[in-house]
């Protein structure tokens, strides 16, 4: 998967009152191409160890089909941490392609985020971080668990 050279670090958003937590990606650093060595890295060394810090015994993981996230070295991470709670092309529970009533992040959230971070139509790479980091920032836990129950609505 190439990010347009970019690298990312986990970063825990707010918690719903079931105790569901949003998980984002922040940036850190450019001109990095994500591969599977580097993708199971930020999990192994940053990700799993957050989630090490939260009560989380119950968390779901879902992620695209993207092939850094489907080499089979991820699939086995991921499975030894989320068990039969992994959401994956070649996991326990197969990721579906293009539904946007199974991606709750991709039928909403993204675009909600990236509406409010072009608002003020950022000129320099500075001050899109800014807003991306202040947008994340802003989400609400009540926004969280509203996406939650629209999205298990729609798997009845």
């Known amino acids: 998967m190439h990010t347009s050279g970019v690298a990312y670090s986990p970063q825990f958003g707010g918690q719903d009152s079931r105790g569901l937590k949003g ?3 922040a940036t850190l650093c450019h001109n990095v191409t994500v591969n599977g060595d580097r ?3 930020l999990i192994a060394n940053f990700f799993i160890p ?3 810090n939260h ?3 119950e968390l779901w993981f879902q992620q695209d089909g993207a092939t850094c996230h489907t080499a089979r070295a991820t699939i086995d991470l991921l499975k030894d ?7 994956s092309r070649f996991g326990p529970v197969n990721w579906s392609p293009r539904s ?3 991606t709750p992040l991709d039928y909403f959230l993204w675009g909600y985020v990236k509406s409010l971070v072009y608002a003020d139509k950022p000129q320099t ?6 807003n991306i980091r202040r947008v994340i920032a802003d989400i609400r836990p009540q926004m969280f668990e509203k996406i939650i129950e629209n999205w298990t609505s729609r798997l009845d």
């Open 39 to 41: 993708y199971r890295a």
């Open 55 to 57: 009560d989380v015994q």
């Open 81 to 87: 941490t989320f068990g039969d709670r992994l959401i």
């Open 50 to 52: 957050e989630l090490n």
């Open 125 to 130: 790479l500075d001050h899109l971080k800014d």
């Open 100 to 102: 946007c009533d199974l």
């Open 23 to 25: 998980f984002g990606f």
